[in-house]
């Protein structure tokens, strides 16, 4: 074949632009650091690439957001638990110390501001939120575990109403203690005994403290009967007894539909009922239920026997019972053969700042008046937990690797229970009556002063302060019984908390060690990465500067040749 100066000059150019295309490949791997530049440079590597660049996203996404995200929720969760051990703890320890300490009213009035303080700041741990998300309010995050300022206001110009479920079982069965000392302060007849004070009765033997049964529902200051809904709907109290009936509780009202009470001043009702299968009871066997506007004098009521049933008291949200009655209904072997246990639907209306709101732990109904003050009711009707466990099903969880994911939520229900607060309200009973007996006490003393000491008045009172006594003494026992019962109590709430923190703990170390699994692998894809598309800086120099030589060599051999062509030797 003849090589001709064209085909060495088409040689040349051509050698010499692949030189050119090598020093372009080699400048484009050292300015950008990788080898290849489009996938069809290489598309083993390209295709390498994709699916690191994949491994290596989905890891950060996990490691980076997901898991710190979680570890935060985590993390704030564990802060508000351990503020409230240290409040339940420092309650528990103010009942170990006080049982016996507290003497007077006043004593015990000091002690239960401090106490109530502690329970306030008990429930505002509740409210903790993280990013504007409420870490215990489920999948409600939006809406806080208590009641509000904010929701106050809210509530002034729209109010609302919530008709709420709630079930007990045997063990929320709880004991009360009452004394009553009515003959002792009873001036009426003075100086002339009472009735049921005689020779073989004295003032002393007449003050009695006896042991009532209860069921205490969640909150205090419940709608009481006396009135109507939202709707204009008389108000009913509906329970259901272990053996299935089902009680209906109304109002009794005249022709003008007004409200009537006994000459006690007690609201009169009206009871019907239904057994398990549907049938009317009779009213025979309808337990009696009485509505007392005032806690002592529905215990008072159970204990001389005007009461038989069920005392519903409203305002300190109790429904109290003797032990005939709780011999005869609620024993242990009836609730463990019930399907139901009792249940309480009743209506409240009344809310404070604090209050826990309904939505996070009952079956409940919300009404709410939509309208502007003054103007046409506008109701709108909200159902929460309408299944049994739908409340207990809100557990919030994150994904954090593959396939795998971590709860971040506890819920309200685990650890603020509504009973630290009832608890209080308890205590403010107890607080009442040492106060309302001291000062019987100090108002006979007083009177005694004006009689002579050898006058029929005088030893009237005397016997009515030996009574009185005997009664403080059974209040003073029972406060201290109270403290004793309340060290158990906060014990078992202290306990409850803990396995929550436990639960909370022992879910941050799992993520603590898929956050390190996480930030190996992260390195690792990295590193494949960076092996797969990333260069050897030396290598790379070095071919770009033997390139550089290559092709001014080329260029001078090349010119040399074409310096000197076939014309030359003609």
């Known amino acids: 074949m003849r090589m001709t100066n064209k085909i060495m000059r088409n040689n040349s150019a051509y050698n010499i632009n692949q030189n050119k295309i090598l020093q372009d490949k080699l400048t484009n791997q050292m300015t950008t650091q990788s080898k290849i530049v489009r996938p069809s440079d290489d598309p083993v590597v390209a295709i390498r690439a994709l699916r690191l660049r994949s491994n290596v996203t989905t890891v950060t996404q996990y490691n980076d957001r997901n898991a710190k995200d979680a570890d935060q929720w985590l993390a704030l969760t564990a802060d508000a638990m351990n503020t409230v051990d240290e409040v339940l703890t420092d309650l528990y320890k103010q009942c170990l110390t006080s049982a016996d300490k507290y003497e007077t009213a006043d004593d015990l009035r000091i002690l239960m501001s401090q106490m109530k303080q502690l329970t306030a700041e008990f429930y505002s741990c509740a409210n903790v939120d993280y990013a504007g998300r409420f870490v215990f309010s489920g999948y409600r995050t939006d809406l806080p575990v208590t009641f509000t300022e904010e929701d106050m206001k809210q509530m002034k110009e729209h109010p609302i109403s919530y008709n709420i479920n709630e079930s007990f079982g045997f063990k929320d069965i709880s004991r009360v203690e009452y004394t009553g000392y009515d003959t002792v302060g009873d001036m009426g007849t003075f100086p002339a005994p009472p009735a049921g004070v005689n020779d073989e009765q004295s003032y002393e033997q007449s003050v009695v403290n006896e042991t009532l049964y209860r069921f205490r529902i969640s909150y205090n200051n419940i709608d009481s009967l006396n009135g109507t809904d939202m709707a204009g709907n008389p108000r009913e109290l509906n329970f259901t007894m272990p053996d299935g009936m089902k009680v209906t509780v109304k109002a009794d009202l005249d022709a003008a539909g007004n409200a009537q009470f006994d000459a006690n001043g007690n609201l009169m009702v009206t009871t019907s009922a239904v057994d398990k299968d549907g049938n009317t009871v ?283 062509n076939l014309m030359n030797y003609i």
């Open 282 to 564: 009779a009213a025979a066997q309808i337990p009696q239920v009485m509505e007392f506007t005032d806690q002592e004098a529905a215990y008072k009521a159970i204990q001389d026997g005007t009461c038989t049933g069920i005392a519903y008291i409203p305002t300190s949200g109790e429904m109290v019972f003797s032990k005939d009655f709780y011999d005869k209904n609620f024993s242990e072997a009836a609730f463990n053969g019930s399907t139901t246990g009792f249940q309480v639907n009743y209506d409240k209306s009344a809310w404070k700042n604090g209050d826990i709101n309904p939505v996070h732990y009952f079956n409940c109904t919300e009404t709410k008046n939509m309208a502007a003050p003054g103007e046409k009711p506008d109701l709108r009707m909200t159902a929460y937990n309408t299944q049994r466990d739908e409340g207990r099903n809100q557990s919030i969880y994150y994904d954090v690797g593959y396939n795998q994911q971590i709860q971040v939520n506890t819920r309200a229900d685990e650890i603020f229970t509504h009973n630290v607060q009832r608890d209080m309200d308890d205590f403010e009973h107890y607080l009442k009556q040492l106060e309302d007996i001291e000062t019987l006490q100090a108002d006979l003393k007083k009177k005694m002063e004006d009689y002579p000491e050898d006058s029929e008045e005088y030893k009237d009172l005397s016997k009515r302060l030996e009574g009185a006594d005997k009664a403080w003494s059974y209040i003073r026992d029972n406060v201290h019984t109270k403290f004793e019962n309340q060290i158990t109590k906060y014990q078992q709430y202290m306990d409850d908390s803990r396995v929550a923190m436990t639960d909370n703990a022992t879910r941050r170390s799992r993520l603590d060690l898929i956050s390190t699994r996480l930030t190996n692998q992260k390195m690792t894809f990295k590193e494949l990465q960076q092996d797969n598309e990333g260069i050897d800086i030396t290598e790379v120099a070095v071919e770009l500067t033997s390139s550089e030589l290559t092709y001014s060599a080329a260029l001078m051999a090349t010119g040399k040749i074409m310096q000197t």
